[in-house]
């Protein structure tokens, strides 16, 4: 995978026969087993399977075998497969074997991709520094030791590190999105309902949304158009000028950014508007709030759809995450009757300050990645998790670095806009100059 800077090019190159299918699944494998002692990113290496797929893409001819023929791509451990223990992180779950591939598994499989493993992450996709008590952390692929962000950390670490092109994750307040601006790719939560949830280990069940995370926004498009539900034409949109959009510049919201992350984003605004993009500043207080309503929304649902295993196997949840899910049980319902009143109430007020707005944009995150073990880890999804409660369209791209380490820009859309959060972050992208890098493996 070193040789290639991005999911499309790895494409072309297979459908050109330049690259043979079965070669390329060997020599990710070789990466990944070489990458797992310094990274810890997959739970689980699907070695024969890989190549059994891979050898299928080359017996059909990789250039017909589906938009995504022989690419190799992995999925994070919350994703239903048939037949393979699909545990979402989470010890009280290991013996869960699903019948059937979950909805998007389904899709990237119809599309030709070439799965060489699961990821690991925080579990049960409820927390946002993938420090698994079962599996070990996962690190930062920029600097051991630190955080990749989460729930999606191994996701975006095996993105990032150049071991596969693409991987899918799970989004309940940025988990696709932390880990992408963390980790310095790219990563897209679709508006609700673009993707479906089915097969997936539900943290909210009205609060989840499926991504991709890969190294350039036409990659994380293309992944796009396999997985979703409606007809697609993401990776089209990327191809089109995005126009005169109008962009509202948020005001710090919940919690000032650090310093340094603030003069990053700064940095970046010059890069919008030699896009042709127009800046208009604007104060959105409400937003503050959308990690509170989140809380509120979540907490009982995650309760509820874990009841049985926490009842029958408390001890095989790890501490942080057995105690949520007991504040959940033990919630008063009127509370999560007012959480989603509130969220109506949040996105009605998003809906009426972009009455004149294409976008808005704003740090994915406050601060750059923190070392395994740092408190305030929670900080991480103050910008992104107001847009996973109004269900808007948000993506994360890489905007520059902090001490060595990344941190990205949000875009983020009205509901429904999903191509033109992708055709303007195509062009903040080219803009910006950090499209398909990858670190150095260990």
């Known amino acids: 995978m070193a040789s290639f800077r991005t999911l499309l090019e790895v494409r072309a190159a297979l459908a050109a026969g330049a690259v043979d299918p079965v070669h390329l699944a060997r020599a990710t494998l070789v990466d990944v087993a070489r990458a797992e002692p310094r990274l810890n990113a997959f739970v689980a290496v699907h070695e024969q399977a ?11 001819g990789a250039d017909v075998a589906g938009p995504l023929g022989g690419v190799p791509v992995a999925i994070k451990d919350n994703f239903d497969e048939g037949g393979v223990p699909s545990a979402a992180g989470c010890r009280a779950y290991a013996d869960r074997v699903p019948a059937a591939d979950a909805a998007a598994v389904a899709r990237l499989r119809r599309a030709g ?13 409820d927390g946002t520094t993938s420090e698994n008590p079962h599996h070990g952390p996962v690190h930062n692929p920029w600097r051991q030791g630190y955080h990749p962000g989460g729930s999606s950390g191994g996701s975006a670490a095996a993105v990032a590190a150049g071991l596969v092109s693409a991987a899918l994750g799970t989004d309940t307040g940025g988990s696709v999105r932390i880990p992408a601006a963390l980790c310095g790719v790219v990563g897209f939560k679709p508006s609700r309902g673009v993707v479906s949830t089915v097969g997936v280990v539900p943290l909210s069940t009205t609060l989840d949304h499926v991504g991709p995370i890969a190294r350039s926004v036409p990659d994380a498009a293309a992944v796009l158009d396999a997985i979703a539900e409606g007809a697609g034409g993401f990776l089209e949109a990327c191809g089109r000028p995005a126009g005169q959009l109008r962009v509202g510049v948020l005001e710090a919201f919940g919690l000032e950014a650090d310093v340094p992350v603030a003069e990053a984003f700064e940095a970046a605004l010059p890069a919008l508007e030699a ?9 959105l207080p409400a937003l503050a709030e959308g990690r509170g309503i989140l809380v509120r929304i979540y907490r009982p649902e995650a309760a509820a759809a874990h009841a049985a295993r926490l009842r029958e196997r408390p001890e095989e949840f790890g501490e942080e995450v057995r105690l949520d899910l007991e504040r959940g049980r033990g919630a008063d319902p009127a509370k999560h009757a007012a959480g989603l009143a509130a969220r109506e109430a949040l996105a009605a007020a998003v809906a009426a300050a972009m009455a004149d707005l294409d976008l808005l944009v704003c740090p994915t995150t406050p601060h750059p990645a923190r070392p395994i073990g740092a408190p305030g880890a929670g900080d991480y999804s103050f910008y992104t998790s107001p847009f996973n409660v109004t269900g808007q369209p948000a993506l994360s791209l890489p905007m520059g670095f902090v001490d060595g ?5 949000q875009l983020v859309g009205r509901p429904g806009d999903d191509a033109l959060v992708l055709a303007a972050a195509t062009a903040l992208e080219r803009r910006l100059g950090f499209a398909g890098q990858t670190t150095a493996r260990g």
């Not at 690991?120 to 996709?125: F, I, R, T, V």
């Not at 380490?405 to 820009?409: D, K, Q």
């Open 405 to 409: 380490l990344p941190v990205g820009l």
């Open 275 to 283: 896009a042709g993009f127009r800046l208009h500043p604007l104060a």
């Open 113 to 125: 991709a070439v799965i060489v493993g699961r990821t690991n992450m925080h579990e049960l996709a």
């Open 50 to 60: 890989a190549l059994a797929a891979a050898a299928a893409v080359r017996a059909a």
